[in-house]
């Protein structure tokens, strides 16, 4: 009975030490080492006394539960990092979108000639979700504009893409004929038997 009084009271003390720890990561692993290394000389204690098993359990599920209490804290603690890049990218998103409705507009307002449009940039690799209801309006049509102009080059360089490789096919089967006709005009027959 000393030895469980014992261990619950260890138990008590390292939840609330681990519950006390600032949720960063460093200071997940600092505890994880420390209990882990507590909870070893535990089970090492364990193997000198009579009832090894019942300790050794005691201890076991000790680690357990120390376990995933910290990967619930880490995946609290992904969810906020997530969440937090998540914001930052919405924002860049954002003011890149203002920016470059802006800067169009200023180009529009210079010269209303019909000048080339300034080239867009071939970073997508599939189509954008990102406009959300909550992007202001001048944003979501920015957004909308460089979604389409990306969609629209990509296009383009996909079917110069397909129209090379054909191309290249082409002269590929056209060699492959030529030489098998050379071929068959070297090659002779063997005689035919009489």
Not at 19 to 23: F, I, L
Not at 48 to 57: G, H, I, K
Not at 114 to 119: G, T
């Given at each position: 009975m000393p030895l469980a009084l014992?261990?619950?009271?260890?138990f008590a003390w390292a939840s609330d030490a681990v519950?006390?720890?600032?949720?960063d990561q460093q200071g997940i692993d600092r505890v994880r080492a420390e209990e882990t290394s507590r909870l070893d000389q535990e089970e090492a204690l364990c193997q000198?006394?009579?009832?090894?098993?019942?300790?050794?359990?005691l201890v076991r599920r000790q680690?357990?539960?120390?376990?995933?209490?910290?990967?619930?804290?880490?995946?609290v603690l992904n969810a906020a990092r997530r969440t937090q890049r998540a914001a930052e990218q919405r924002l860049r998103l954002e003011e890149k979108?203002?920016?470059?409705?802006?800067?169009?507009?200023?180009?529009d307002s210079a010269s209303d000639d019909?000048?080339?449009?300034?080239?867009p940039s071939l970073t997508l690799s599939r189509p954008r979700s990102d406009i959300s209801p909550k992007t202001p309006a001048p944003a979501r049509l920015a957004l909308q504009d460089i979604q389409q102009t990306d969609t629209a080059v990509i296009r383009a360089s996909n079917a110069e893409t397909y129209e090379r490789k054909q191309a290249e096919a082409?002269?590929?089967r056209e060699s492959v004929e030529r030489r098998l006709k050379e071929q068959a005009k070297k090659?002779?027959?063997?005689?035919?038997?009489?």
């Open positions: 014992l261990l619950a009271s260890q519950q006390a720890q600032p949720p000198t006394r009579f009832a090894v098993n019942r300790c050794a359990d680690r357990l539960e120390m376990l995933a209490r910290l990967r619930r804290q880490e995946s979108a203002t920016a470059h409705a802006a800067d169009k507009n200023a180009s019909a000048s080339l449009p300034e080239p082409q002269k590929r090659s002779r027959s063997l005689p035919i038997p009489d």
